[in-house]
Structure formats: C-alpha cells, structure tokens
C-alpha cells in the first residue's frame, strides 16, 4: 500500500476545492462581506496528536458568521442548562432557508433550533440577559485558542444597519414571549457574535476540541461538557450545513457548522479538527470550495462518520 503525507492531501484537497470556486459567490447581503475575495481558499487541520497542517489562504481573517451559534449554544447549555434553552428552541431540522420566518409565524412561534438566525437570536436573547458580550468573548478565545480574537466592527456596523430581516424575527420573537429581553440589546449581542473575526488555524483549535470530546488536545483539560458535546455535535450533524446537512451527513459525514462569510468548522470524530474558509458560498450558504476540501479529505483519510476504511495517509 502507498502510503502518503498528510501536507500533499491537503494541497490536493486545496486544488481540487478551488476548481469549484466559480460556482459560489460571495454573501452580498451584507454589504461589507461583498468586499471580500472570492478566491480566497484557506484550510488547517489540528489532529488528536496535536499536530498542525495548513494549506492556502489559512492565515487570512474572515468573519465566523453562523459558526459563532455554536458556541453560543454550548454557553447557554453550560450556564442555563438544556431543559431551559430547549424551552426557547426547538431540535429539528427546519429544512428553511436560515434566514426564513415562515415557521416562526404559521407552525410554530418557537425556532426550529438553535443554528436558524431566529433560533440563535433567541439564544442570544437569553445570554444578553445575564451575561456580557465580553464572557461570551473570552469562551470564544479559550476555544480558539487565541487572545487576540475580536469583532469585526465594520461587518457589525454592516450587518446591524441591514439586518431588516433578522430584525423582523426578533419582534415576531418578541410579540409572541420566545424572546423576554430588549429586541435592540438582543440584536446588538447577535451581530457582534456573528462579526467576530479569526483565521482558520483557531477555527482549526476548536474544531480539535469538539473531535476530542470536549477536551483541548495539548493540555489535556475539559473545555466542553459531555452532554453539551453530545447536543451541539447531533445538532451539527442535523442542522449545521443549513438545508443542506442531508447531502453533506451522505457526502462528507462529519459534524460541522458552515457561516455565510466562507467558514466551516468539522469535527472527524478522535481523528481531526479542520477549519476551513472560502468566501464563495452556494445558494444555501455553504462555501463551495470549503465543502469540495472536506469531502476530499473525507475520502482520501476515511473520515466519514461511518467509515471503517483504514487510510494510507499518515499524520
Ligand atoms: N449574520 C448572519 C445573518 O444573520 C449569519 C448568517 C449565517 O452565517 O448563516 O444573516
């Protein structure tokens, strides 16, 4: 059997990710993330060894977008417990766009789950209540492994000024009592989550502590809850990829959560944590060239959830 270095999979899954870069674009309903190049294509991987691999763009910064809802849920599961945050949401797939507010008026005035905008906002709304943005900040930065991690401010400027639309579903929000606290402070809190900036070696960071259970690899301490791991990963693996999660569970097989500014975090279970960006997006917002890396990698290293294959590649 060939065996392979891990440093040319991952330039071959760059390559092969990039060929899929004009079939995205780049979110332009947020004005300042129009701004941003297309062709950017960046990926590092952090393994359960502790080892680091970086191919392309990795050390550019992006914004984390809808990826930030993942860490605002393990903060409301580790300070409120999941019976109270699964009192404001709900755990199913909606199979709707992110942004829609269609369940939220004719089904159901709760959001589907916590990765939806409606859904992350009403988790912010709780947050914003008791805590600091600053305390969501600094879980940010312990997971990421890197102080210096901060917000975007003029994506947040941009998103708070357009944000019509997640504006409308706040009040709906609040109209019908998801929502207790200031529609404005709610908002305020969500934007600046969404903003926050980082390369995707943190990216990287965090997504090694989700594949190691919760425990940072190089330190050996638990960062994350068991049952907390067990929620946010079963939501990734349902709802991470918007209404695409079903394809990519079948092409790709990892929990993952992707943002509207070209991130995706993936967690291949006790193998590898990957951070991906590139800012071309498809119709569902997931970043075409990143989805295209991750299933190569998935591939060539057997990473799929489901995956008994042994893997040539070592690293
Ligand atoms: N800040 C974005 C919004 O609220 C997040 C969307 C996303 O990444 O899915 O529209």
Known sequence: MEIKNIAEVLNDALEYGRKYINKGNV???IPELAKVDKN???VSIVTMGGKRYHAGDWQHEFTIQSISKTISLIFALEHFGSEYVFSKVGMESSGDPFN???KLEIKNKYPSNPFINAGAIAVAGLIADKYEFEDYLVLVRRLCGRDLIEVDKNVYISENETGLLNRSMAYLMKNSGVLDTDVEETLKFYFRMCSIKMNT??????AS????DGVEVKSGIRLIDK???KILKSLMVTCGMYDGSGEFAIRVGMPA????GGGIVASAENKMGIGI???AIDTQGNSVGGYHILEYLSNELGLHYFSRELSNVVY
């Open 27 to 29: 979110a332009t309903y």
């Open 40 to 42: 950017l294509l960046g």
């Open 100 to 102: 829609s507010l269609d």
């Open 201 to 206: 070696n943190d990216l990287a960071n965090y």
């Open 209 to 212: 502590i989700l594949a190691n």
């Open 227 to 229: 049952s907390t791991i």
């Open 257 to 260: 959560k992707s943002g509207v």
């Open 277 to 279: 960006f590139g800012p």
